[in-house]
């Protein structure tokens, strides 16, 4: 088994932590009028009440995830 790394490490213990899917807060952050890392960062830690850390994990992870689409 691979240990999971960077910000996917994160995963599970916001999913415990805040009741949803990674899934769904990848989709609040793509269909958020903001797109700057740190802007989308402060707006879920203000609009939902996420720790820093675990806002940076999941924007990290969904802005790494779109680039790499493109």
Request: aromatic share 8%.
């Amino acid at each position: 088994m691979t240990t999971v790394k960077g910000p996917a490490s994160y995963f599970p213990s916001i999913e415990k932590k805040y009741g949803q899917p990674v899934s769904h807060w990848q989709d609040a952050i793509r269909s958020s009028p903001l797109t700057r890392h740190m802007e989308l960062v402060n707006w879920l830690k203000s609009a939902y009440g996420i720790g820093h850390g675990h806002a940076n994990a999941l924007v990290a992870h969904t802005l790494a995830e779109d680039r790499a689409g493109q």
